[in-house]
Each structure stands twice: as C-alpha cells, then as structure tokens.
C-alpha cells in the first residue's frame, strides 16, 4: 500500500504536503499523488495541467536548486487546487528563453500556459515558494504571472 496513493475516501483531507529531495523518479512519484488527489477531490479534469506545472516546477529545484530540496503542498479550493513548490534557493524565478530553437527556459511559459494563476513569493533568507493554480470550469485567460 502507497500511504498516498491508496487512502481510502475518508483519509482524503483538503490538503497534502511533503519535504524531499528531488530525484531521478520525484516528478513520476508526485505526478501520481496529485493526480490521486485531484481524482479524490472530484477534480480529474484538472489533472493534466496540474501534472505538467509541477514537472516543470520540480525540473527548475532540479536544474537551479543546490541540494535539491524543496517542499510541495497542494490545497483543495472550492473551485480547484493551489499547488506550491517551496525550495532554497533565494533567487526568482525567470524565463530564460531566449533562442526560438533552444530547447531551455520555457518552464514558466508552460506553467503560465496551462495553468489560470502562478506567481511567487521570497522567504527572506530561506528561498522561495512559487505556485500555482487550476481552477475547475472554463478557463481565465487574463493575466496569470505575478507576485504574491
């Protein structure tokens, strides 16, 4: 038995959270736990964006992070879930993208893309935490970058 993938209904709270070092299988593993709540929260259509912000979330604590640590807290919303990514290193994050062609930087376009809010916020001395939102129903497509 998974202790997060196979709780029955009743366990099922409003929110999820965990400390880890991302790793060569993390994104799979948390791919799965989010999807398995999302499906518990009645929320399945929300699961392919979701999945997709928070690889490339955990690929930018793989890529700009020392250490790799970082911590997720997904939170159940009336209309949709907030997905947050808290790591170490202090500095924002960018997009990079700067050759049409290069196949890097184009994380938080994606994540801007697919999602109907993100943003961040600094933890003074201890990093930051950039998150996200999927909202259940049609999309905003307003302005979805900023600080929170």
Same mark, same amino acid.
């Given at each position: ?5 196979? #709780? ?37 259509? #929300? ?10 979330? #955990? ?6 992070? @020392? ?5 997720? #807290? ?10 947050? /990514?808290?790591?170490?290193? @202090?500095? @924002?994050?960018?997009?990079?993208? /700067? ?8 994380g938080l376009v994606i994540v801007a893309g697919v999602t109907d809010r993100w943003g961040w916020h600094p933890l003074p001395g201890r990093g930051k935490t950039v998150w996200f939102e999927c909202h259940t129903g049609e999309r905003d497509t ?7």
């Amino acid at each position: 038995m998974n202790h997060a993938t196979d #709780l029955p209904d009743s366990v099922i709270d409003a929110r999820y959270g965990i400390n880890f070092t991302v790793g060569d299988h993390s994104a799979g593993h948390l791919r799965r736990i989010l999807r398995a709540y999302l499906i518990a929260w009645e929320m399945p259509e #929300l699961t392919d964006a979701a999945a997709l912000a928070l690889t490339e979330l #955990l690929a930018n604590v793989v890529r700009h992070v @020392p250490g790799r640590r970082a911590a997720l #807290l997904m939170l159940r919303r009336v209309n949709g879930v907030r997905v947050e /990514v808290t790591d170490t290193c @202090p500095r @924002p994050p960018l997009s990079t993208a /700067v050759d049409e062609l290069g196949e890097g930087g184009r994380g938080l376009v994606i994540v801007a893309g697919v999602t109907d809010r993100w943003g961040w916020h600094p933890l003074p001395g201890r990093g930051k935490t950039v998150w996200f939102e999927c909202h259940t129903g049609e999309r905003d497509t307003g302005p979805t970058s900023g600080t929170m």
